[in-house]
């Protein structure tokens, strides 16, 4: 995943076109890398509730 001076690239399109752009799936992304972080989940997840 690296190019010739050892850049990360992370591999944007297995995600793109694996999973349909659902907001189910925007919802689990978004808390499981809130989940691996201090942060807390971004305010914007608790507006349906």
């Known amino acids: 995943m690296t190019d010739e001076n050892g850049d990360f ?3 944007v399109k297995t995600f793109t076109y694996t999973l349909p752009p659902s ?3 925007v919802y689990g992304k978004t808390t ?3 989940s691996r972080s201090s942060l807390p989940p ?3 997840l608790n507006i349906g509730d």
Do not use: I
């Open 42 to 44: 971004p305010p914007l």
């Open 32 to 34: 499981a890398l809130a």
């Open 23 to 25: 907001d189910e799936n």
């Open 9 to 11: 690239h992370f591999p």
